[in-house]
């Protein structure tokens, strides 16, 4: 008990040197002079004087902590991304949904970019409302081979990725589309931070367009395969990669860490409801 009583004390006298201390600065004094002639206060200074210095000083420690605490998460809390990157083979339509995001038009057609097409924007859609919006930054990543490395340098930072896919010529590029979703959903960027990946299939206003669930049964197993030849390669080969799926078990989207849905898009027509509720879902307005 003496131990007890010996804590209390010190800790009373050391909570008293630092509201002594915190008086003293000039600021704060002018602050408690000005504050002490409005009525309001001055009655909450004379309940102050009621209360037991024990529990007046325990108040001021947890109001001191409390707003330490505070200050400290809002230090360390790092602001959400508002970046969706749009991925896909060359030729899928990227740069047209980056217009239609943008501008509301398909800019006369197919465009093939060999630099990143990226703004910060309100989506077209969402223009002219009254509430509150909040700007997308979208990058629209080119699909040459040579080019993609360049989606190493937006992956970090993203909050959601568009990954588009030409449902009109899917089958001849079959091998060239799971490869690269492959490697998407395998970086360490993705999983570790659970990014949310849409599998948009573009051009479907074409009657021989291929439908989403065709197209994503198909992924499924061309990239089952993929994961038996890659699991061959060395472990220095694929050191910054994760295994994809559930060992054992023939592969599904279902099975990856972070949330794979599919949807539908045709760019030349604005029909791309899709693309942008996957976007305000991961990016907030």
């Known amino acids: 008990m003496e131990g ?11 909570i008293q040197q630092g509201i002594e201390y915190v008086l003293q600065i000039p600021a704060i004094q002018q602050g408690i002079e000005y504050a002490s002639q409005i009525p309001a206060v001055q009655k909450g200074i004379e309940y102050g004087r009621q209360i037991p210095p024990v529990q007046l000083y325990s108040a001021a420690a947890v109001l001191v902590f409390t707003t330490l605490l505070f200050i400290l998460v809002r230090l360390l809390r790092r602001p959400k991304s508002n970046t969706i ?17 943008r501008d509301g038009s398909s800019h006369q057609g197919t465009v093939t970019s060999m630099e990143p097409n990226e703004g910060t924007f309100i989506l077209h859609s969402e223009a002219g409302k009254e509430r509150k919006v909040k700007p997308v ?6 699909g040459h ?4 490395p360049k989606l190493d ?5 993203a909050a959601g990725i568009v990954f588009v896919v030409d449902a009109l010529e899917f089958l001849p590029n079959l091998r060239g589309v ?19 990946v849409l599998i948009c299939c573009n051009k479907t206003e074409k009657v021989t367009a291929h439908t989403k669930d065709f197209i994503c049964k198909q992924l499924e197993k061309e990239i089952d395969k993929l994961r038996t030849s890659r699991s061959a390669v060395s472990d220095a080969d694929v ?12 592969f599904s989207f279902s099975q990856c860490t972070n949330k794979v849905s599919v949807g539908e ?21």
């Not at 007890?4 to 050391?14: F, G, L, V």
């Not at 930054?137 to 080119?142: K, N």
């Not at 395998?186 to 999983?191: C, E, N, P």
């Not at 604005?270 to 509720?277: G, L, R, T």
């Open 4 to 14: 007890i009583e010996q804590w209390k004390s010190e800790a009373e006298q050391r």
């Open 85 to 101: 990157v749009l991925s896909g083979l060359s030729g899928s339509g990227k740069t047209i949904l980056f217009y239609q995001l």
């Open 137 to 142: 930054h979208i990058v629209d990543v080119p």
């Open 145 to 148: 081979p040579r080019l993609l």
């Open 153 to 157: 340098e937006f992956l970090p930072e």
């Open 178 to 196: 799971s490869e690269y979703l492959y490697d998407i959903l395998t970086k360490a960027s993705v999983v570790k931070k659970k990014v949310p």
């Open 239 to 250: 050191a910054n990669d994760h295994t994809l799926g559930t060992p054992g078990k023939t």
């Open 265 to 285: 898009a045709s760019g030349l027509t604005s029909k791309i409801a899709d693309v942008e509720q996957f976007i305000r879902d991961n990016v907030k307005p």
